[in-house]
């Protein structure tokens, strides 16, 4: 006799890869859509800052010579203006017509001079500068013009330096792979849960419920194979399906993150998936693969006690904040945990367990616990599930 | 001739929720619709189960199909426990009910295969009865057609071919040619004299008087979930029609309540 687990679990992968339309949303459809969105993302960021150097319009009133050129050499376009024209430069800020307008005291380089010099020991001199908070090239041109004015206050009551960049003596001895490791093991775990949870409840909930609901999983619980195969055969399928949607999204942020670190101006753009080696992506594997299991088999349990694919959906809710709420948790986490009961904790470990990987601190004893923890679950889910599929309150609502 | 299903004191009960208690018009938490009911069929004859809706017919069928369980009682399917050997009954049974449908994204050809394969049927076998079966039903030229394609009686017709995959001894039929047309209700009621003729023993529930008349060898009228009388055709249909028998039977149980 042929084992009924292996059937089920044919007929379940024939459907989904019979089905052009299933296949297209949920394998093909989240890579593609990931990888242009954070393309676009990436390339509008990174334009975004490039057009950071563009010209700004400014008006200003008593601006030292000193100030003008560095000002202008940022890109600015200056008009001097008196006094007395500030309110029209005001509206014309709040039109769009001028970026800002600043306004220094009279004699400032004098004043400045004496105030450092400690001759002067009443209030610091005072620069205005009129922005619109609300204009995108207003908000620039004031952040432009602060940072500069910052500079020059510091080159003229400079006592000392912290890690002058004309010295550089490689302050950071964090190497390249390192920086990248660090920003990836706070990006990419949190990531791939999460998109490995949504490839799952696209899938799990309309095998099961919908099955449930169509009156078609009745047909096979008349058969003579244990409920036990029939829930083994399922979750297989529904794990394999899984995988190559998380597979999918997984290519797709890969791919598209270069783009995106370059466009946060990150110096990330170089990243490579050779930093890492064999027993790295082997590791990243097991935990993907037992996540799955266990993702699938938690969804499965919910939509089993669902009426209807909706139902389903309203109920695996709650589960998807749990998971976001680890996922987000975790990407703030300042200390890595090492003891091993916090990789008992499902998903949590998954994401420890990965954040170790990508920021090359492979931690095997850490990797075996947590899949070995999802496999143990997973049992138990699929214990739970065949109890389930023998409830006939559960199955046939009756 | 040989007992291969023996109903023994079967009781079953459902608990209402306060909504189905308000459309039933009870007080009562607990809906017993089958109330200790035995009767027994022989091989090669056609039982059938008459009585009106809600009588406890379907849940009686589920039973027997394990797909519920009663609550009390037992039944015996060529030699197995309904309650302590379920998965042996269901290899022993071919069941259908429009509560059990067929997945619309394939096609008769797989199914049956399919079907075959969870019931262990070898290859070989599998092929010779799905040729004879898909040609007796006239499924052959649409062995390939998605059943979401298919008009609702060839849909029909290839439930009833996928339930008797595996060659069972015992059918079971629930409303067998309800919601059917003329034509493939001809078909079905032909099949079952067919079956018998080939030494099957069929159990329906029906509430279609001439179906009985026509198919069966020996009824049970069952009326909220009691068995009123069981016996042959010909013993009950003896003085008057079966129509007849039913309303005076009906009539001594509710009153004037029709």
């Known amino acids: 006799m042929k084992l009924g687990a292996f059937t089920v679990f044919k007929k379940e992968i024939a459907r989904f890869f019979g089905d052009k339309r299933l296949l297209f949303t949920s394998v093909i459809m989240p890579g593609l859509l990931i990888y242009l969105i954070y393309s676009v993302m990436g390339n509008s960021l990174n334009s975004m800052m490039s057009d950071q150097t563009s010209s700004f319009k400014a008006a200003a009133v008593d601006i030292p010579q000193s100030v003008a050129s560095q000002l202008e050499k940022q890109g600015f376009e200056i008009e001097n203006i008196e006094l007395s024209e500030v309110d029209r430069a005001k509206e014309q800020i709040e039109d769009g017509d001028l970026s800002l307008c600043v306004v220094f005291p009279d004699g400032f380089e004098n004043v400045m001079s004496e105030y450092a010099g400690g001759s002067k020991t009443d209030s610091a001199p005072n620069v205005k500068i009129y922005f619109d908070s609300a204009d995108i090239n207003s908000s620039h041109a004031y952040s432009v013009t602060v940072a500069m004015l910052d500079e020059l206050e510091k080159s003229v009551s400079n006592v000392f330096d912290i890690n002058n960049a004309s010295q550089d003596d490689g302050y950071d001895v964090a190497s390249e792979e390192d920086a990248a490791g660090a920003m990836l093991s706070m990006i990419l775990p949190m990531l791939i849960t999460v998109l490995l949870y949504s490839s799952c409840v696209a899938l799990a909930p309309e095998s099961i419920a919908g099955e449930k609901e169509r009156g078609t999983l009745a047909a096979l619980l008349i058969t003579p194979v244990p409920r036990s195969q029939i829930i083994l055969g399922k979750v297989l399928a529904l794990s394999v399906m899984a995988l190559l949607g998380g597979l999918s999204s997984f290519l797709g942020t890969f791919m598209s993150l270069p783009s995106l670190m370059q466009g946060m101006g990150d110096e990330l753009g170089s990243i490579s998936a050779n930093v890492y080696g064999p027993v790295d992506y082997v590791c990243l594997i097991v935990l993907i693969l037992t996540t799955v299991l266990l993702l699938i088999t938690v969804i499965s349990i919910i939509s089993t006690l669902a009426k209807s694919v ?69 049992a138990l889910g699929i214990f739970i599930l065949t109890k389930l599929f023998n409830n006939e309150k559960v199955m046939f609502n009756s | 001739m040989k007992e291969v299903l023996k109903v023994e004191n079967v009781t079953k009960t459902f608990r ?32 059938g189960l008459l009585g009106p809706n809600g009588a406890g017919k379907t849940t009686t069928l589920r039973m027997l199909a394990t797909i519920i369980k009663p609550d009390s009682g037992d039944a015996v399917v060529d030699g197995a426990s309904i309650v302590k050997q379920p998965a042996e009954v269901r290899g022993k049974i071919g069941f259908l009910t429009s509560e059990v449908k067929l997945e619309d994204f394939f096609t008769p050809d797989y199914l049956f295969n399919f079907f075959s394969d969870l019931h262990g049927v070898p290859d070989d076998v599998r092929e010779k009865r799905k040729s004879e079966l898909f040609e007796r039903f006239g499924i052959d030229k649409f062995a390939q057609v998605k059943v979401a394609n298919l008009s609702t009686g060839m849909k029909q017709k290839v439930s009833l071919v996928v339930s008797l995959a595996h060659d069972p001894d015992i059918i079971i039929f629930d409303e067998p040619t309800n919601g059917l047309d003329v034509i493939t209700a001809k078909v079905v009621t032909d099949f079952l004299l067919e079956l018998r003729r080939n030494g099957k023993t069929v159990i329906i529930s029906t509430h279609i008087f001439s179906l009985i008349e026509k198919v069966c060898d020996r009824v049970g009228i069952i009326i909220d979930g009691k068995m009123t009388v069981c016996g042959s055709l010909s013993e009950l249909t003896q003085s008057k029609p079966l129509e007849d028998v039913f309303f005076d039977i009906y009539r001594e149980r509710k009153g004037d309540e029709i």
């Open chain 1, 310 to 378: 909706k139902e389903a959906g309203t109920m695996v809710l709650p589960l998807m904040l749990v998971v976001m709420l680890v996922s987000f948790m975790t990407m703030y986490q300042t200390e890595t945990r090492t003891e091993f009961y916090w990789y008992l904790i499902p998903i949590y470990n998954t994401i420890e367990s990965m954040a170790k990987i990508f920021s090359f601190s492979l931690d095997p004893v850490c990797i075996a616990v947590t899949a070995a923890a999802n496999i143990v679950y997973s």
């Open chain 2, 16 to 47: 209402l929720s306060a909504k189905q208690q308000k459309l039933k018009k009870t007080d009562s938490r607990i809906l017993t619709a089958v109330d200790g009911l035995s009767f027994s069929a022989n091989k090669g004859e056609i039982f």
